[in-house]
């Protein structure tokens, strides 16, 4: 009885210290985006690391420092272009949205006319709500929209991301089996089998989502960018890589870049051929992402499933912004072990089996 209760104070005493810490990293969430954005990349590097370093012929710090060199050599100058060109996209789309709303309201009524008249359809007062209200909304959107993109912030960010990533990841990589080393020799050694197979289990699953969706969203960002330029969209490689990259959020990336490619189509052209090929762009995408890209560059082998996914992003987002986002996989992933493992060791318990 004497020992059960220590037990239980111990376990008390870890959950209070667990959300503590929570409570203490939620406080803090403003400024660990670039940290965890380092740790990532160092999640994605160290088996390059591992490969150069592999027969002790290199050693880690020389290893990590050529990986990232190569690295950063490839990806920063496309990253400065990428940022520098959607910010400054955005910006002008911003400046243009009241004439987009006027033209698109101009283009939009007579459709509804059209659909009214052929199918008796009754909108009401729709067409003034357009005319009078459209404009002012969209005005306001606007001038929010552009003051975020200028805005200090979102450049300082930008720089964070660029200047201190890179220098966590560095640290994350050199180090890397030492803290795992570390991580393992806190877990007790009653539980220590059982936590490794589950740690290994996440792995699994963090690993196999994580690259297979980068792929995935590499792939649709590539195509909807190629698509939609192809089509004759101002803005269109814009919207394209935005549907690709927000493509990680099960459906959300490909309905959002498709309402946002037909308002552009709409208000640009306004003709049934061009509103037909971004339909074509986007259903083609669809039915390759849904039949070819996830199953063979994901697959379900990673034992997640796509609702379960889909709420841990969206609840990460709301919680923790672009940085709730980033943990939700692992988060989900760390919860789905632990809830097969709490199930097994009840369907063996006395609970289960009694009758």
Same mark, same amino acid.
């Given at each position: 009885m004497v020992k059960k209760n220590v037990d239980n104070q111990r376990y008390m005493l870890f959950l209070c210290v667990f959300v503590i810490c929570g409570v203490f990293l939620y406080s803090l969430r403003s400024v660990l985006l670039p940290f965890v954005v380092g740790i990532v990349l160092a999640y994605f590097l160290d088996p390059l690391v591992s490969k150069v370093s592999?027969?002790?012929?290199?050693?880690?710090?020389?290893? #990590? #420092?050529?990986?990232?060199?190569?690295?950063?050599?490839?990806?920063?100058?496309?990253?400065?272009?990428?940022?520098?060109?959607?910010?400054?996209?955005?910006?002008?789309?911003?400046?243009?949205?009241?004439?987009?709303?006027?033209?698109?309201?101009?283009?939009?009524?007579?459709?509804?006319?059209?659909?009214?008249?052929?199918?008796?359809?009754?909108?009401?007062?729709?067409?003034?709500?357009?005319?009078? $209200?459209?404009?002012?909304?969209? %005005?306001?959107?606007? %001038?929010?929209?552009?003051?975020?993109?200028? $805005?200090?912030?979102?450049?300082?960010?930008?720089?964070?991301?660029?200047?201190?990533?890179?220098?966590?990841?560095?640290?994350?990589?050199?180090d890397w089996h030492q803290f795992t080393a570390k991580i393992q020799g806190l877990?007790?050694?009653? /539980? %220590? !089998?059982?936590?490794?197979?589950?740690?290994? !289990?996440?792995?699994?699953?963090?690993?196999?989502?994580?690259?297979?969706?980068?792929?995935?969203?590499?792939?649709?960002?590539?195509?909807?960018?190629? =698509?939609?330029?192809?089509?004759?969209?101002?803005?269109g490689v814009v919207v394209g890589f935005l549907a690709g990259i927000i493509s990680f959020i099960p459906y959300v990336g490909s309905i959002s870049g498709f309402l946002m490619a037909m308002a552009l189509v709409i208000t640009q052209y306004g003709t049934m051929p061009k509103i037909i090929a971004v339909l074509a762009v986007f259903g083609i995408g669809q039915f390759f992402e849904g039949n070819f890209? #996830?199953?063979?560059?994901?697959?379900? $082998?990673?034992?997640? /499933?796509?609702?379960?996914?889909?709420?841990?992003?969206?609840? =990460?987002?709301?919680?923790?912004?672009?940085?709730g986002m980033i943990i939700a996989v692992p988060c989900a992933a760390i919860i789905g072990v632990l809830l097969k493992y709490l199930i097994k060791n009840y369907k063996q318990s006395p609970m289960y089996l009694d009758n």
């Open positions: 592999k027969n002790g012929s290199t050693s880690r710090t020389v290893a #990590t #420092t050529i990986v990232m060199g190569v690295s950063l050599l490839i990806l920063l100058p496309l990253l400065v272009l990428l940022c520098s060109a959607v910010f400054s996209q955005a910006a002008e789309y911003a400046a243009k949205l009241p004439e987009y709303a006027r033209l698109f309201a101009q283009r939009l009524l007579p459709v509804l006319g059209e659909v009214k008249e052929r199918f008796g359809f009754n909108y009401g007062n729709v067409e003034n709500v357009l005319q009078e $209200n459209m404009a002012n909304y969209l %005005k306001i959107a606007g %001038k929010v929209l552009q003051s975020i993109v200028s $805005n200090g912030f979102a450049f300082i960010n930008v720089l964070s991301l660029l200047l201190i990533s890179p220098v966590v990841a560095f640290y994350m990589l050199r877990i007790p050694q009653k /539980h %220590k !089998q059982t936590v490794l197979d589950g740690m290994q !289990q996440v792995n699994r699953i963090i690993s196999g989502y994580l690259r297979g969706q980068a792929l995935v969203c590499l792939c649709l960002g590539s195509y909807y960018s190629f =698509g939609l330029w192809l089509v004759g969209l101002e803005m890209l #996830t199953p063979k560059l994901v697959g379900e $082998n990673i034992g997640l /499933h796509p609702v379960w996914v889909m709420f841990a992003l969206l609840a =990460g987002g709301v919680l923790l912004g672009l940085l």
